[in-house]
């Protein structure tokens, strides 16, 4: 009989393979697909954030987890028009670990540099962005039984828990506390980088404002939730982005965290709705009608705009970014 599996060793399995093997957006779609707004917009913000880091030059401009590309590309676009000068210093590179996705962000992101992870970025003022890439991460799963711990893990009849240490993080006795291990690796990395020199990290992602317990590991395969444990690859799995925690742990580096604040609020602020509306002027009335239900879609309080969340890490000596003022 095969030995038990931790959770987040099967997950980071499980993951590799699906976004190797399989389109993820035939099982989900990101704000990115939504609406081209949401790309513009935050080209916008990082051509801002360059201005208020003192316009380093070269500056990369770096995304984790590109999916199709698209993001970087309507950014790149809007940063073309607004920005020339910031389009003249940057040097793009993209944190992508699947072939599959790759080739596809090839087609369309013209002279990027692909990294298997952050660690490999160049030693250069950064500027980063990052949609829906730490809920893919993997997660632990420590559950307090009594007085004591047990940890998830994945054997051959599903889901069985083993004695642990405690995680750090207190909760009553049956509640569960999720860790998500990369995630706190790469806040802590960019806290370092950002107090050492020029650099803003800016992530949207999925989950509350303060750390929760509870199970939110979640399997999505064509738009439907399915179990978690179902042959890996064949689903995509992700949980709840703890932002409180990578908050802390880039803090503790020396870096500033700013949020998180709802992305529906955050885009609004942005300008979303007045980039949504011109570009709905030049169009027929049912393209113009889709392009402002869209933007509705990524900012109404309870579609996406409140459960998704922005969180930026910046260097200290930066003003507050874009989006983020009290
Ligand atoms: N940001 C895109 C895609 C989100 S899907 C969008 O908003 O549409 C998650 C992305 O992260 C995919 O590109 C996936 O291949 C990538 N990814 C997942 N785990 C990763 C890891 N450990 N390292 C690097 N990239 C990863």
Do not use: K, Y
């Given at each position: 009989m095969s030995e038990p599996e931790r959770l987040d060793h099967f997950m980071a399995r499980a993951n590799a393979v699906y976004y190797a093997t399989r389109d993820p957006f035939a099982d989900f779609t990101t704000a990115p697909e939504i609406a081209q707004a949401f790309g513009e917009v935050l080209g916008a913000w990082a051509a801002v954030t360059w201005q208020l880091l003192g316009r380093p030059d070269p500056v990369v401009l770096a995304e984790a987890g590109p999916g199709r590309g698209t993001l970087m590309a309507d950014a790149l676009r809007a940063i073309a028009r607004v920005a020339p000068e910031f389009h003249a210093a940057l040097r793009l590179h993209l944190i992508e670990t699947s072939p599959?996705?790759?080739?596809?962000?090839?087609?369309?992101?013209?002279?990027?540099?692909?990294?298997?992870?952050?660690?490999?970025?160049?030693?250069?003022?950064?500027?980063?962005?990052?949609?829906?890439?730490?809920?893919a991460l993997p997660i632990r799963q420590f559950v307090r039984?009594?007085?004591?711990?047990?940890?998830?893990?994945?054997?051959?009849?599903?889901?069985?828990?083993?004695?642990?240490?405690?995680?750090?993080?207190?909760?009553?006795?049956?509640?569960?506390?999720?860790?998500?291990?990369?995630?706190?690796?790469?806040?802590?990395?960019?806290?370092?980088?950002f107090a050492a020199r020029p650099g803003a990290a800016l992530f949207l992602d999925y989950g509350p404002e303060h750390s929760a317990p509870g199970d939110s590991l979640q399997a999505l395969s064509e738009g439907r939730m399915v179990d978690a444990l179902v042959p890996p690859g064949t689903a995509d799995l992700t949980a709840h982005v703890d932002f409180a925690a990578i908050a802390a742990a880039a803090r503790a580096k020396g870096a500033a965290a700013h949020g998180p604040i709802p992305q529906g609020i955050f885009l609004a602020r942005l300008g979303l709705f007045q980039r949504t509306d011109r570009l709905a002027r030049d169009q027929p009335p049912a393209r113009a009608l889709a392009l402002i239900e869209a933007a509705r879609r990524l900012a109404e309080p309870d579609r996406m705009g409140r459960l998704f969340k922005a969180l930026a890490l910046c260097h200290p000596g930066c003003p507050i970014p874009p989006g983020f003022e009290q």
């Open positions: 599959r996705l790759r080739a596809v962000q090839a087609e369309r992101l013209a002279g990027a540099i692909w990294h298997d992870s952050l660690e490999t970025l160049p030693d250069a003022p950064l500027l980063l962005l990052a949609n829906e890439f730490l809920d039984r009594g007085a004591g711990w047990t940890e998830r893990f994945v054997g051959p009849d599903g889901f069985c828990e083993l004695p642990a240490d405690p995680p750090g993080r207190d909760a009553a006795d049956g509640e569960m506390v999720e860790v998500c291990e990369p995630a706190l690796d790469i806040a802590s990395a960019l806290g370092a980088r």
